[in-house]
């Protein structure tokens, strides 16, 4: 974009820009975390189907196993939204020990002993990040071991046209 | 028949040995004749196999019945056509379909390897066989393909009523296709090790290998997911089932793998990490076939579960533990050429897209693995199932699609800062612009928005990129499109690159879509009720019957009206088999650019005339499955030899005409 290039670019333009784009994040943000419109009963229990998991089927949650045990399921937990139950306690009856167990939800909970499932992840990706950062750096300092000119060079090869590097840009001055 | 084939498997077992054998004795003793040799043992092998597939073609279409895996998959009363699906329907025609598929593709990448890998080609070759032999000695001593019935039935048990279905001609021989071709960019690689090749000659046929075993594996997780979407009835396409993630971890390490391949290709760099990468992906493509065949996960794939899983976790461990000891051995003669110059840089990002890639492929084993363990350890079972996934990966895939969207702009060696900036400033303004007219018009989710933003980000950078450049040829003179081509044409890495990038703009716009937006509702109807659901509503027209020997297909007929008054016929199936006591479906779907309509019987009621009905409104689920060929395009641009390959293709062709006449 060449306007962007030319003296006439100042700070005072880039700061304007800048406050522009607050301006619009915030608009954005607070239409979108505006509260939404209650859920009906029935995609409540759609969200909560999904977290309960079909007894007899081999990984199918109540939402698409087609066998009765899941159907009476759904059906109870339509039945216990209607009696005014929450989320939660409708997944702790289906998951206490004298029923179906922890194993019937669909994901393991955030609390006890589970949670290390979920702190795992986050951990991992961290320590890559890390391991990644002191990779980098350390490939800084090293130098190559080029000693031969690069392979696979063919001999009246035309190079490729590349824009990003700069070769061809018809805005490149620098 | 049965005879010929299993006969034509012990001649290719022999053969394998003997070339996995004398390729290396041959390199060992310095015996040029031993090593052609078992090169051309390796050729024959495809023969033998072919024959040996053949032939259970042959007892399929003769409805041998003394042949055990044609009683257990077959039946008087099934379609010839669908013996095809019944090769691969069950443990041991697999294997066969795998180890002939193996054969072949070794023979293809041998025979066109570049002349410059001659020294390393041995142990490629015995590596490829090593891996043939596992499959061919499962086959003769565990898994039988042609094993006899003591008593011959009169009639076969028939075909699985889940195979009954275009998909399944397609998806399954694609994904076992795209699994086991991960062995030949993995055996080009220890053949480079093994030779003490420390140029990087292998890194071409690495590529090309690579990316063709990639774009196979997407291609088969596509099919898996419209055939989902289709016949399994619930709805969905994914659903982050232990099989399914055990296809999309090695194709999560392909990714990585053909990303950073072009850094070694083109600096020199990443020598080290380049074969760790393609050792992870094997390693992840063996596990894939341990969870297909050992069946020590529960999953709706569980139709060819079978107790070879201690063998094929032997052979996971085994060719996961030997690359990196070889590795360890030989990995300080594998520096890189060049330092790296700046971490602003197009390497580094390619870095951090394997960094994404391979935590999403973590997370994903890590939810695969931990009820195993669990389960091992204390006894204790839970179940990692869909929530958790999107949870933890649904982040880590939006990164990856900014990263798509930053890495374009990002030159080799070094970036400038400013450069960035001034290239960014189009792409982020579209994606905040978009995300404000989404609002506008009602979107609130903000996670939608998010993602809707960044794919737009991402399109904008990369359609920013094809008229800049074909602006700059057009300049020169000529048309636009002529210039589209030329441009393309200059750098079909780059530019393939892109249109598989827009591919998977489109699978994030439907991923999108039906993870935030899609509505449901199950009804009772009998003839001729009604229901409104979203903008159509929707009349229960008839039902009809059709018996078979086998099974009984009912259909149903329904009818849904938008507020435009436009009328849309929809037809959905349920199917009860009655040999297997199960029932299969075949949603009645209609679909737009915008969005489906999706109906399916969800059960019957014996009896009564009333039908339970899901319905279904999926917005822009249309773009997953578009996204199957505009991937198709790009990879094909992407590998398409430009006249400056070619021309070394046939020069090397010369040289060793040359060499044999000069003998």
Known sequence: MQIFSTPKYTTIKKLKI?????????????????????????????????????????????????????????????????????????????????????????????????????????VFVCLAILILYFTLRTMQRAPGNDTRPYKNSCPGRKKPVTLTDGEFSSEDQQ | MGDLGFMALLIGLVLA???????????????????????????????????????????????????????????LSMPRLYTWVAIYAGNEGSLLFIATLLSILSTTAIFLSPYTLKPSLPYTIATLMFILIFFLLVMTFLANPFAKLTEIPVDGLGI????????????????????????????????????????????????????????????????????????????????????????????????????SIMVQKRLGMFRMWNLVLIFISFGLALFGMFINRGGPVPSVHSFAASTLGWVFLSFLVVGTVIPFLIFSVRFNKLKSAKPLQSILSRESSFLMNNLLLL???????????????????????????????????????????????????????????????????????AGCGGVVLLVISGIQNPLALLSFGLIIMVTTGILKEFIAGTRVIAARGGSHIRSLILLVSSNRPRYGGYIVHIAVM???????????????????????????????????????????????????????????????????????????????TRAGISSTPFEDLYIVPSETRVGADRIGFRILINPLVWWIWVAGPIMIVGTVVALWPSTHSLRRFTLTKKLINKSRVNR
Not at chain 1, 98 to 108: D, H, K, M, N, S
Not at chain 2, 554 to 566: C, D, H, I, K, V
């Open chain 1, 18 to 122: 800048l406050v522009l784009f607050s301006v619009v994040f915030s608009m954005i943000t607070l239409l979108a975390c505006k509260s939404s419109e209650p859920l009906s009963l029935e995609e409540k229990a759609q969200e909560i189907d999904k977290l309960l998991m079909c007894p007899v089927c081999p990984a199918e949650t109540i939402a698409e196993a087609q066998v009765p045990i899941a159907r009476d399921m759904r059906l109870m937990v339509r039945q216990k939204l209607n009696d005014g139950w929450t989320k939660q306690r409708i997944l702790d009856y289906f998951s206490s020990e004298v029923r179906y167990g922890q194993i019937v939800l669909a994901e393991p909970p955030k609390t006890g002993p589970t949670l290390l499932i979920w702190l795992v992840p986050p």
């Open chain 2, 17 to 75: 040995i003997y070339g996995a054998i004398g390729s290396i004795l041959g390199k060992f003793l310095g015996n040029q004749g031993l090593i052609d040799s078992a090169r051309f043992a390796s050729y024959l092998t495809t023969l033998a196999l072919m024959i040996s597939a053949f032939s259970l073609v042959g007892s399929f279409l003769n409805r041998d019945f003394e042949l055990k895996y044609v009683f257990e998959h077959s039946s």
């Open chain 2, 160 to 259: 699985n009523p889940l195979l009954r279905h275009p998909g399944m001609f397609f998806h399954p021989p694609m994904l076992m296709a795209g699994l086991i071709m991960v062995s030949v960019p993995f055996s080009f690689a220890i053949g480079a090790l093994l030779s003490n090749n420390v140029n990087d000659d292998w890194v071409d046929a690495g590529r090309t290998w690579g990316i063709l075993a990639w774009a196979v594996l997407g291609i088969g997780l596509l099919l898996g997911g419209w055939w989902a979407y289709t016949i399994l009835g619930w709805g969905g396409y994914w659903a982050w089932d232990p099989v399914e993630n055990a296809g999309l971890m090695p194709f999560l390490g392909l990714t990585a793998f053909i990303h």
């Open chain 2, 359 to 429: 935590s999403i492929a973590f997370v994903t084993l890590w939810g695969a693995i931990y009820p195993i363990l669990s389960e091992l350890i204390s006894g204790f079972t839970i179940t990692v199932g869909q929530p958790f996934y999107n949870q933890v990966n649904g982040p880590l895939f939006l990164c990856l699609i900014f990263l798509m969207g930053i890495g374009p702009f990002l030159p080799w060696r070094q970036a400038s800062l400013k450069r960035l900036r001034d290239n960014l400033l189009l792409p982020i303004s």
């Open chain 2, 506 to 584: 489109a699978l994030a716009l439907g991923i999108t879509g039906t993870s935030f937006f899609s509505t449901q509702k199950d009804v009772l109807l009998a003839p001729g009720e009604t229901v409104d659901v979203g903008k159509y509503t929707i009349t229960y027209l008839s039902s009809s019957k059709k018996e078979f020997l086998d099974r009984s297909e009912a259909f149903f007929s329904l009818e849904a009206q938008t507020n435009s008054g436009s009328k849309i016929m929809l037809q959905t199936e349920r199917t009860f088999y009655k040999n297997f006591g199960m029932s299969a």
